[in-house]
């Protein structure tokens, strides 16, 4: 089964939820990209997915332009603030769906306030895809 996961960015959201569902089950094939990719993903993303177990130091940002010709049986979508363009993939894909979580990299304030929410953001993903493999997958 082949999963595309889509946010603007791709270093954050995108990121920790390819990693958790490739970690649900090996045999998925899980990729992530973004509409405007950042330069790399997050350092914050990989310290809280290092926290809960999950090494994505070596993921990089992917436009999604690199997966319109291939065929995905789910394409999700994970953006969640009203003032962000969710992507349009415009490839083949058997089923789509929205998943939508805050931008972790969109978080201001003290540098412990800012890990915290990376945190809080990473749990409610764990938490958002279990449900989807638990209901969609397995």
Known sequence: MKILILCTGNSCRSQMAQAFLQS???????RSAGIHPAPEVHPLAVKVMKEAGLDISNHRPTKVDAYLNEAWDYVITVCGDANENCPVFTGKVKKRLHIGFEDPAKVTGSDAFVLSEFRRIRDEIKEGFTQFYQTEIK
């Not at 649900?24 to 899980?30: A, G, H, I, P």
């Open 24 to 30: 649900f089950d090996k045999r998925l094939e899980v």
